[in-house]
């Protein structure tokens, strides 16, 4: 499954650049770069929300989750707290635990609480999955949109 390779793709050919400027971009070879628009490698957040922000789009747009290309008053920044707060509250509002959680999203207890406690930003693919499976945005679970939205 695809969740923002082709996105990626498309963004970088709709400005006219080669792998290789994106690469230098983010201070990697090309073939690194390539390997997260083939998505034979995980790109990790970090550097997807400094391409989602080098070209004013949101996650959202990104993973495929809206056409839309960006939000009002959408922020640059990832608010790790935000992220912390957000996702305790989501666990909450559908009545799971940090382990019934894990055992939905395949990722280990540990790495939910690592999450709620903002020990780590969380993984590309986690954010992905739990924004897939609870229809909630990506931009506002991470803290770059203020109002939740709500996905189709």
């Known amino acids: 499954m695809r969740y923002y390779g082709d996105r990626l793709k498309y963004i970088r050919e709709e400005h006219d650049l ?3 400027e994106i690469s230098e971009l983010l201070g990697f070879k090309k073939r690194v770069y390539g390997n997260f628009e ?3 490698t995980i790109i990790p957040l970090k550097h997807l929300n400094f391409l989602c922000n080098y070209f004013n789009v949101s996650l959202d747009y990104i993973f495929g989750f809206s056409n839309e290309k960006k939000y009002k008053n959408m ?3 990832v608010n790790t707290n935000l992220i912390r707060e957000r996702l305790r509250k989501l666990r909450e509002e559908h009545n799971l635990t940090q382990k019934d959680l894990a055992k939905i999203l395949h990722v280990s207890p540990s790495a939910i609480s690592e999450y709620e406690r903002k020990a780590k930003l969380i993984a590309t693919p986690f954010l992905y999955d739990i ?3 609870y229809n909630i945005s990506a931009d ?3 803290g770059k949109i203020d109002n939740p939205k709500y996905l189709k």
């Open 75 to 77: 922020k640059e920044e």
């Open 140 to 142: 506002y679970l991470l």
């Open 131 to 133: 924004c897939q499976k």
């Open 18 to 20: 080669s792998q290789y």
């Open 38 to 40: 083939r998505e034979e």
